[in-house]
């Protein structure tokens, strides 16, 4: 009851953390996109359209931190959990099309150069690297061991970096009239972007089509319950992940005639735990000749 309690303060704290950000985002990203046009800036609407990809990131996130914390029933027998995966899996999709977009429109201004107001976008992405700052010492109080979380984490950070980017493309501009950097500032922006989805979408992908949790080698792992002085053989071993912190184990153990398939269960139950930090184990164990025990859930 302790450790339930516990967690419910911790959600509490990392929605109000969430939320705070949230607020934060959205009201600079209002003032940054009527300075970006007013001063005809790629760099300064790209950071704001990632700022946009920001709140609805962190929007997703609380929403999903919801649905997570929903306890199982009927059909959802592990619950929402899955939710935070495919919201981070959405913010990963998020980045791929911006990138797409900015690339695109940078190239074109890079061709073409349009006049840009440098020190405008200069003292606005100093604002915004202020806030992106505030914005992201918020998220990281948060319990970042969820990938949704850290998803929208690595919105944030992505977008203090795409600050300091702009910041200097704008200083550019400002001293020297060169207004192409102001694209090439955006182009930075956008490898950002692409280096945060390819991280977010492996780790969400690994998730959803349950791979082994990383640092989780199933080799070692059925070795291991093999190793065992009273085991014989392991088949049909499994180990997923079913949310973020949630690994997961299934297998068939055999045991030698005569041998306590209670105790052998509770060892290699406490065995996965110590050695490969897996709590929620189904081990069937059974005889060799078929004398059956019981399967236990542990």
Not at 64 to 76: D, E, I, L
Not at 136 to 163: M, P, T
Not at 199 to 223: K, M
């Amino acid at each position: 009851m302790g450790h339930g309690h516990g967690h419910g303060h911790r959600a509490d704290a990392d929605r109000r953390y969430l939320a705070a950000a949230l607020a934060l985002l959205l009201a600079f990203m209002a003032a940054e996109v009527v300075i970006g046009i007013a001063a005809n800036s790629i760099a300064l609407i790209s950071d704001a359209g990632h700022m946009l990809t920001d709140a609805g990131a962190i929007a997703l996130a609380l929403v999903a931190m919801r649905m997570a914390a929903r306890p199982a029933r009927g059909a959802y027998t592990f619950g929402w959990k899955r939710a935070e995966i495919l919201s981070a899996a959405v913010n990963g999709l998020t980045f791929v099309a911006l990138v797409a977009y900015f690339v695109y429109e940078s190239v074109r201004r890079l061709i073409e150069p349009p006049e840009v107001a440098g020190a405008l976008v200069f003292g606005t992405a100093l604002a915004g690297i202020a806030v992106n700052a505030v914005a992201a010492w918020l998220i990281a109080r948060a319990d970042r061991s969820s990938l949704n979380v850290e998803g929208a984490f690595q919105h944030i950070l992505n977008d203090l970096y795409a600050f300091v980017a702009t910041a200097i493309a704008g200083a550019v501009v400002w001293l020297t009239g060169w207004g192409r950097a102001d694209a090439i500032a955006a182009l930075v922006v956008a490898a950002l972007m692409a280096k945060a989805a390819y991280g977010l979408l492996r780790d969400a992908g690994r998730i959803l089509f349950e791979a082994a949790p990383d640092g989780v080698n199933p080799t070692e792992v059925s070795a291991a319950i093999i190793a065992h002085a009273s085991v014989t053989g392991v088949e049909d071993l499994h180990v997923w992940t079913v949310t973020s912190g949630f690994p997961a184990l299934s297998a068939h153990v055999t045991v030698m005639p005569g041998g306590d398939c209670h105790r052998v269960r509770r060892e290699l139950a406490e065995l996965l735990h110590q050695r490969f930090h897996i709590d929620h184990t189904t081990l069937q164990v059974d005889h060799v000749p078929g004398t059956a025990c019981h399967m236990i859930t542990g």
